[in-house]
């Protein structure tokens, strides 16, 4: 790399470099020119010609040659846009995937009182509690992860969005939350069986298996959640949770002869079956 090196030249080359390693490698190539510049998209190219310095050229190559490797953008920039909001990321948590904004919408649609008790459980980045909270101030939202790397970046979060009201804590699942009145729970948890081969693909190799996978072909933690859920939910309360695509069907079943009724699941974006609700009676 020559350090004259312009903007618009730096992008072509980076994208030739990606190509073949990414499916978005012009998308890729852009993000982290951004990121290195702290600039937005339009500036890129509204000053195409203008050249790279050495430091920036440096840290842009650094950078390619971690996503060459397979190391997910989201890391790389430390942050992930969800539900219009910006979160930041590091290796500790899962990154959030636009799927799981179905699962938001479903809960922000749910006939709730004004003042709703909501639990988040593996809250990760915080992601879903605070997008939650976001679009509606008035409820009472806690966030619980067993993980104190991935309670500390959510706090950060917190902090960074202004939503100081959301309690975040540490928690195996429902280990340390002692309140069993919620009328809202949600969770993404783990639910990829522990020898599906995905996971020697794509970004998951750089996420915690811990935050992916299930004993049970995926289902134990989904199955334990549903469960202990019963015994936290006021009469009428919600419980929603996120799910591999080819799970539903299992977890409306298990669901149901846990006592839940109107059970259903929602499909996500690629019409996928997503997330599943139910209702405690």
């Given at each position: ?51 790279l ?109 202004g ?44 996420e ?12 134990q ?13 006021v ?47």
């Open positions: 790399m020559t350090l004259a090196e312009t903007i618009e030249q730096a992008l072509r080359r980076a994208c030739l470099l990606l190509n073949g390693s990414s499916d978005t490698a012009a998308l890729d190539s852009e993000i982290l020119l951004q990121h290195v510049l702290d600039k937005n998209r339009t500036y890129l190219f509204t000053w195409g010609d203008k050249r310095t050495a430091t920036e050229a440096e840290r842009f190559q650094q950078l390619l040659a971690l996503r060459l490797e397979g190391h997910p953008i989201a890391h790389l920039i430390g942050e992930r846009e969800f539900f219009s909001l910006p979160f930041k990321v590091n290796p500790t948590t899962l990154i959030p995937r636009p799927d799981t904004e179905v699962l938001v919408e479903t809960a922000l649609a749910l006939p709730l009182p004004s003042g709703a008790r909501v639990l988040d459980l593996g809250t990760g980045t915080g992601a879903i509690a605070l997008s939650l909270a976001h679009e509606r101030p008035q409820w009472q939202i806690k966030g619980v992860d067993k993980v104190a790397a991935a309670v500390a970046l959510a706090c950060e979060n917190r902090q960074m969005l939503l100081e009201r959301v309690e975040i804590c540490q928690s195996d699942w429902f280990s340390a939350v002692s309140e069993q009145a919620f009328d809202l729970i949600v969770s993404n948890p783990p639910y990829i069986d522990e020898n599906d081969h995905h996971l020697s693909q794509g970004d998951v190799r750089f915690p298996l811990s935050a992916l996978t299930a004993a049970d072909a995926g289902y933690d989904l199955f334990y959640i549903a469960e202990h859920s019963r015994d936290r939910l009469s009428g309360g919600y419980l929603l949770m996120e799910h591999g695509f080819e799970q539903g069907a299992r977890l409306r079943n298990a669901l149901s002869d846990m006592g839940y009724v109107d059970v259903k699941t929602i499909k996500d974006y690629g019409d996928n079956e997503r997330c599943t609700l139910a209702r405690w009676p």
